[in-house]
């Protein structure tokens, strides 16, 4: 039952903002059981990728999801080397403080023009910051943070549903997910569909000129998060 409130109250605010699901329920599954992360998030994040993908499908830029998809996957590869390298504890508190200089910079007014340099930086960004520390949703989302509300939603979307399998991919090569994480994230998908059922109110909200506010307030709660778990 409880897993099931934690993927509603996650899969709302995803569906409503355009990320930050994993962010609300990754700390929770850990606590109630470790199996239910990082695998059966994964994958059930992509149940949530989808129906937002369908949801707002006009909203979604084929385009834009290229080439932050291309970025991606050598950021992804950069952070599997720095991490045999270097302490990702001091990583993820210094990837925090990014993130929120990015906020803090979003939050001032000053807009970077989504373009295929800028979707490639954010993708690269997202990749590497995600393996690193979990928190990859901030660098697209604050890219899109001017945007109309259902163009965030709908290329975010399509851009973390791909980015979904490339995690599973690794997972699968690290020896950390089959069909036990299958079965298990099978169990998180009742919470998420009724969850994101209930979003559309907090879209159509948050559409009336409240979409930059709350990309900064969640990308901002990422950061801390990611703080708060490296110092506790």
Same mark, same amino acid.
Do not use: C, H
């Given at each position: 039952m409880l897993v099931t409130v934690v993927m509603f109250v996650g899969a709302?605010?995803?569906?409503?903002?355009? *990320?930050?699901?994993?962010?609300?329920?990754?700390?929770?599954?850990?606590?109630i059981d470790p199996r239910l992360v990082p695998g059966p998030a994964v994958l059930a994040a992509a149940v949530i990728t989808l129906l937002t993908a369908i949801r707002d499908h006009r909203g979604l830029s084929l385009g834009d999801v290229k080439w932050a998809f291309v970025g991606?996957?050598?950021?992804?590869?950069?952070a599997i080397a720095v991490l045999l390298a270097v302490s990702g504890s001091a990583?993820?508190?210094?990837?925090?403080?990014?993130?929120?200089?990015?906020?803090?910079?979003s939050a001032s007014g000053v807009n970077i023009p989504v373009r295929p340099s800028s979707l490639l930086a954010a993708g690269a960004a997202s990749g590497f910051m995600g393996t690193i520390s979990s928190i990859g949703g901030p660098p697209m989302a604050v890219l899109?943070?001017?945007?109309?509300?259902?163009?965030?939603?709908?290329?975010?979307?399509g851009f973390f549903f791909l980015g979904? *399998?490339?995690?599973?991919?690794?997972?699968?090569?690290?020896?950390? *997910?089959?069909?036990?994480?299958?079965?298990?994230?099978?169990g998180l998908v009742p919470g998420i569909v009724v969850g994101f059922s209930m979003s559309?109110?907090?879209?159509?909200?948050?559409?009336?000129?409240?979409?930059?506010?709350?990309?900064?307030?969640?990308?901002s709660?990422?950061?801390?998060?990611?703080?708060?778990?490296?110092?506790?």
């Open positions: 709302g605010i995803q569906g409503g903002v355009g *990320f930050g699901m994993n962010l609300i329920a990754a700390p929770i599954l850990l606590l991606r996957l050598p950021g992804t590869g950069a990583l993820s508190l210094t990837l925090a403080a990014i993130v929120l200089a990015a906020v803090a910079i899109y943070a001017g945007e109309e509300g259902v163009k965030l939603r709908g290329t975010l979307a979904t *399998f490339v995690s599973i991919a690794a997972l699968v090569v690290a020896g950390r *997910f089959g069909s036990t994480e299958i079965v298990l994230a099978a559309a109110q907090l879209a159509r909200r948050l559409d009336a000129g409240y979409t930059r506010m709350a990309v900064l307030a969640v990308s709660l990422a950061a801390v998060s990611v703080v708060l778990t490296e110092v506790l």
